[in-house]
């Protein structure tokens, strides 16, 4: 009997360690390739929620090796991970529906079941998304470039995470990751459309610098001049529009709401002056901004004007107009109506330091900001994250990035375009900063090197640990008294032929690093920031040691624009000469 209890025992150890060796150990997500628990999204849950479902279940699959079964039975048994807002995740969690459009969410171990749960449009599925960055750490990148860990056991902890976006409406322009929705969703970009998609789609924000479009010179100025600026005696070309005008009015009426339903996709659409400074002087213009405090308070006066005609056929819509150069300081004894939205933009600025640094260069921008967000029923943000005289060369405005963006948040802002090389890819740090900008407008408060760190460990390989010296190399470029806006040159204090000789050693070495074709690729779009900058500043030696080659064969495999003002070729041809 002693020999049948010991061969018994000796039988349950040995059957107990089969088990945790071949199959999923209990409290664990997946081990050795197989999983206890199940996907359950309800029936009736959102096309978002759906996709999401799918992506949690393939993306454990690559990590784990397990795929997990996907079920619309709320009260399937077993482990479960429950995908949105439904009655046994309100039971479970004793939360209250989330509205369809919130975007903030939560993820949170009850028992043995993980519930993850949001607004239907995007909030459910951000909250996957980031169950799978944050606890298993995949990470989008680039649209090309998704990093998914490799593991066989994942224990399941104790989980109570929620997060809500810091920016409502967040994008930027980057030429790199154009038309890149899926990517975007990912990221939590949610303004570059709009679309429509398997993701929750985008919104849109239609136009910019539109008065010249809806009343154009072409079709006018010969038979309307009275239209267009009054300055220096007489009408002009290239200008604004006069919009003490009547007839300027009721085209813009017109032909807004023309665009509006022809476009019915986007949520707010531009009203806004052309991008130059011939404002209207006419003695009309004249009088109203002197009765509203300037410019800008002529421009609400008219944009609000145009926007009450609209409303009552577009409720749901708004009307955008810029507060920009000439038109930055906020009007008095106006304020913009409640379906105006004030687009501020910070072209002026200081980009080494912080906003709320109190650099001395910054101190107007926020002033009025503050005094904006005072009027404002709607505060949008046009910022600036390149050069845009030299976009490959090294611009160190990382560290600015996110005390921006919640100095933004703080002033109320709705919205937040970060402008970037919209024209070509190549643009420095394009890759990263693009992956950061999207991060920190979700969340401004995160650390911006340690987000820098997790992309180039990600992005860039053997090879990283030189990227990373390179990139702390051009940070450190940045002095409490150095300032520089988004017009530099290659003679700016900043940039010196040492630091360019550093740069050239660690990145040499980076290549030298890169374990295939394609981290080598990656490392020579970061080798272009150098090597811009030496030709530029040394033209003639460059030609003749091979460097200017060299930069030249990388902008045309990438086709690279150096500025904005000039193409590829025009570029190429003038540096030749």
Known sequence: MNGFRHFLHVALIASAIAFISTGCSSGSLFRNGKSDYKIVVSSDASVSEQTAAKELQDYLKQIGGAELPITDDLNADGRRIFIGYNPKVAELSGAAQPDPEDESFTYRTVGRDLLIWGGSRRGTMYGVFTFLEKELGVHWFTPQCTEVPMMKAWKMPRLDHNEKPA??????????????????????????????????????????????????????????????????????????????????????????????????GYRIYSLSQNDNEFF????????????????????????????????????????????????????VGIVPRDNVVIRLCSIECCYAHPL??????????????REWAGIAPHLFIWDYIVDYAQYLAPWPNFQVLGPNIEAFRENKAIGIFEEAQYQTVGAEFEEMKSWVVNQLLWDPKQDVDSLATIFINGYYGKAAPRVQDYYNLCQGLVKPDVHYGIYIREDHEIYSDEFNQKAFDLLDEASSLAEDEEILKRVDRVRMQPLYLYCM????????DGKWEELKGLMLQYQARARENRTLEEFIESFEK
């Open 280 to 331: 209207c002087e006419c003695d009309k213009c004249k009088a109203v901004e002197q009765q509203y405090g300037g410019h800008s308070g002529l421009i609400v006066w008219f944009v609000n004007q145009v926007a009450d005609a609209l409303k009552d056929e577009f409720p749901d819509k708004y009307i955008g107009t810029f507060a920009y150069r000439y038109s930055r300081k906020p009007p």
């Open 537 to 544: 500043r040394h033209r003639d030696q460059a030609k003749q």
């Open 167 to 264: 920016i409502q409406l967040r994008f930027h322009n980057y030429r790199l990751t154009a038309g890149e929705f899926v990517w975007g969703a990912h990221v939590k970009e949610n303004m570059r459309g709009p679309v429509d998609n398997e993701y929750g789609g985008e919104e849109g924000y239609w136009g910019a610098h539109t008065m010249g479009y809806l009343v154009p010179e072409k079709e006018f100025f010969k038979t309307h001049p009275e239209y267009f600026s009054f300055r220096d005696g007489k009408r002009q070309t290239n200008s604004q529009l006069c919009l003490t005008n009547p007839d300027v009015l009721e085209l813009c009426k017109q032909r807004l709401a023309q665009k509006m339903r022809e476009l019915p």
């Open 356 to 369: 709320t640094a109190g650099c001395p260069q910054n101190e107007a921008f926020m002033k009025e900001l």
